[in-house]
């Protein structure tokens, strides 16, 4: 299974971002599939997720960031609005095979990573 992220970059205060990780190996289609993040100094955080036709976001991103996909190209995206200097860490798509009975924001639950891409939101 391999999990490759694109999208990150360099951006102002209230700009927008749209990450993509695409996905291959899975021999059905994935159960799950999340986005995390991980700051310097701060644990990683749970963003949002899909398992199960159900979408989960974390509170501190409800209403900015949106999660979607399109299975045609198995890829799964995360466009981010109104970006503050908060969100700025590096951010992994993660999945896993098993369609998840509850919430799918715990990252321990996934097995598979990506290798992660930079968002820097400047003041």
């Known amino acids: 299974v391999q999990l490759v992220e694109s999208g990150g970059g360099l951006v102002q205060t209230g700009d927008s971002l749209r990450l993509s990780c695409a996905a291959s190996?899975?021999?059905?289609?994935?159960?799950?599939i999340g986005w995390f993040r991980h700051a310097p100094g701060k644990e990683r955080e749970e963003i949002a997720c899909l398992s199960g036709g159900r979408i989960y976001y974390a509170d501190s991103v409800k209403g900015r960031f949106t999660i979607s996909s399109d299975n045609a190209k198995n890829t799964v995206y995360l466009q981010m609005n109104a970006l503050k200097p908060e969100d700025t860490a590096v951010y992994y798509c993660a999945a896993d095979d098993s369609v998840f009975l509850g919430s799918c924001l715990w990252g321990s639950l996934y097995d598979f990573w990506g290798q992660g891409t930079q968002v820097s939101v400047s003041s």
């Open positions: 190996g899975f021999t059905e289609d994935y159960g799950a």
